[in-house]
Nanobody, 116 residues
Framework: QVQLVESGGGLVQAGGSLRLSCAAS????????MGWYRQAPGAQRELVAR???????NYADSVKGRFTISRDNAKNTVFLQMNSLIPEDTAVYYC??????????WGQGTQVTVSS
């Protein structure tokens, strides 16, 4: 079994910054990718950013230039540095881990609220 523990969410004013962390533990064999998704009330869950084992990254157009994803391979931890936050970034942010077997795991989610 794999556990993902997220931290770093909270309330911040527009223009502020937050850093999310997601630590993976348990029966981790080979990780293909780790990423962050978010879900706002009444909306579908969407990709925010992900990082593949080789270091390639993908970002949603809405966060490019403001968010940065990074990873500590030794600690199986992924980070999301979020700068210049806007109210539209308000959502529950979920960490996702994808194994090379394509099996996926989700974290419990962390709330990010950006006030105007």
């Amino acid at each position: 079994q794999v556990q993902l523990v997220e931290s770093g969410g909270g309330l911040v004013q527009a223009g502020g910054s937050l850093r999310l962390s997601c630590a993976a533990s348990g029966s981790i064999s080979s990780i293909a990718a780790m990423g962050w998704y978010r879900q706002a009330p009444g909306a579908q869950r969407e990709l925010v950013a992900r990082i593949f084992s080789g270091g390639t990254t993908n970002y949603a157009d809405s966060v490019k230039g403001r968010f940065t994803i990074s990873r500590d391979n030794a600690k199986n931890t992924v980070f999301l540095q979020m700068n210049s936050l806007i109210p539209e970034d308000t959502a529950v942010y979920y960490c996702r881990l994808t194994m090379t077997s394509m099996r996926t795991y989700w974290g419990q989610g962390t709330q990010v609220t950006v006030s105007s």
